[in-house]
């Protein structure tokens, strides 16, 4: 039996292919439902999701409300142009003043080589030992670098704490080199191999620290030297002009040496104070970061959206508002001017944190620390029990809608196809219905005509 092919029957005039997508649209209405449900389900499941994501960034921020955190401090200097400074450690860093004179500058070791006439300037190949204080490196010179600034970039690469470049000046090309960071512990020395016959010797880039400049081919431009500090009567001396341990918590850096007046070189202040509580980055992004959580989980649940009236969701603002009245450490978050205002968002009372905290400092890490400990508990079960809770049972029901659907568009397939036959089936028997009936007629027409005959 033959499958409709053609939207109108053959023999019947009847629009079938029509009539069949009629009946088939009606047959996948069930599928249709079922499928709005499943993405109905996986916009559920990618909406928390997000929401996840949200408030694990949460909890990033609540796990830096500590006593150690919290408090932040900011150093300035009264002579900028001579030392300026930065705060390294919030949690080491201490109140104060202290009085700083630069008595010099870290010098690093420089060296120069004789003139070329160019950058290109061939020399022999073979072995290039390049010393800085204890670092040493065999450099091997070969077709490939052995030119001057081919050589320049050897040692860049050699990671022996020399730096090199090269020097266009008056009188040519020179290459330059500078003991990275050494001060005066950053002797360079440097001794060439020759090992093939042709080009410049690698000897004229030699030089020996202990015999100066006598016999060397490069010449000493710059002695290295430590950078020497008096912090309140008490000397400090460094290879760098960076001093990151010289005040707890701070970071120096020296720019040039304190002028003199008087005949002795004049003490500059550097002043450290601890900023307004109020100020605190890290209260500050907790703040943000909660208002952030609570603006999705109210846009998620509101009319027509993936997770309207979800009691999950419900849950999970409950227990978020309940942040400024619950007590931690014996006192809330509201008492020390963190609350919420006529709309449920987080802010931050300037200056009640700064005159509560200031009057009662013990008490507020006191407070700070338990609500970073208890509040991320809070967050973390809502994270990894309550979401994950829902998301497994949508999942589940997304799994079981797919396999409903697998069938059903099986079933909807045969049916479809039991349809096609029966049209066909239908087509052949109005074919055959016809073709008697012709036959018939052509029976009929002859007998009638042979009657006629015989009477006349």
Not at 84 to 113: F, H, M
Not at 171 to 193: Q, R
Not at 312 to 331: C, H, N, P
Not at 381 to 387: E, Y
């Amino acid at each position: 039996m033959a499958t409709i092919t053609t939207s109108t029957g053959l023999y019947s005039g009847l629009n079938t292919g029509d009539i069949i997508d009629k009946l088939m649209a009606i047959e996948q209405q069930p599928l249709d439902n079922l499928n709005t449900k499943k993405a109905s389900y996986q916009s559920e499941i990618s909406a928390y999701g997000d929401i996840t994501s949200s408030i694990s960034a949460l909890r990033t921020a609540v796990q830096g409300l500590t006593s150690q955190n919290v408090a932040s401090s900011s150093v300035t200097s009264s002579d900028t142009t001579v030392l300026n400074a930065s705060v390294s450690s919030q949690t080491s860093v201490s109140p104060g003043q202290y009085n700083v004179t630069v008595v010099n500058t870290a010098l690093d070791e420089k060296l120069r080589s004789q003139a070329y006439d160019s950058s290109s300037a061939v020399f022999k190949t073979g072995t290039l030992t390049v010393r800085n204080g204890n670092s040493s490196k065999d450099i091997a010179i070969t077709a490939s670098n052995n030119t001057l600034s081919g050589i320049a970039g050897a040692i860049n690469s050699a990671g022996v704490g020399v730096s090199a470049s090269i020097v266009h000046d008056s009188t040519g090309y020179k290459m330059v080199l500078s003991a990275a960071g050494g001060g005066a512990s950053g002797d360079i020395n440097v001794s060439g191999a020759d090992g093939g016959p042709v080009g410049l010797s690698l000897s004229g880039l030699n030089y020996d620290s202990e015999f100066g400049g006598s016999g060397n081919g490069m010449t000493l431009m710059q002695s290295g030297r430590d950078a020497e500090v008096n912090i309140d009567g008490m000397t400090v001396t460094s290879h760098s002009n960076t001093l990151t341990d010289a005040i707890s918590g701070l970071t120096l850096n020296l720019l040039k040496k304190s002028p003199s007046s008087g005949g002795s070189q004049e003490s500059l202040q550097l002043t450290v104070s601890q900023n307004p509580m109020s100020s605190s980055t890290n209260i500050k992004a907790f703040v943000d970061s909660y208002n952030s959580v609570i603006t999705k989980l109210n846009a998620d649940y509101a009319k027509d959206q993936p997770l309207a009236n979800d009691n999950t969701v419900t849950d999970i603002l409950s227990q978020l508002r309940q942040v400024t009245t619950t007590t931690y450490g014996g006192k809330t978050l509201a008492q020390y001017g963190i609350s919420h205002d006529k709309t449920g968002a987080l802010q931050i009372e300037s200056s009640k944190v700064d005159s509560s905290a200031t009057a009662d400092q013990s008490g507020f890490y006191n407070t700070i620390n338990a609500f970073s400990t208890g509040f991320d508990n809070i967050l973390k079960n809502i994270v990894l029990t309550l979401i994950p809770t829902r998301t497994n049972t949508l999942s589940t029901q997304v799994t079981q809608l797919t396999s409903d659907a697998d069938q059903m568009t099986t079933s909807l397939a045969q049916t479809k196809t039991s349809l096609q036959n029966k049209f066909a089936a239908m087509e052949a028997t109005i074919a055959d219905l016809q073709t008697q009936s012709a036959s018939m007629g052509g029976t009929t027409s002859a007998s009638t005509t042979g009657i006629t005959a015989k009477v006349i």
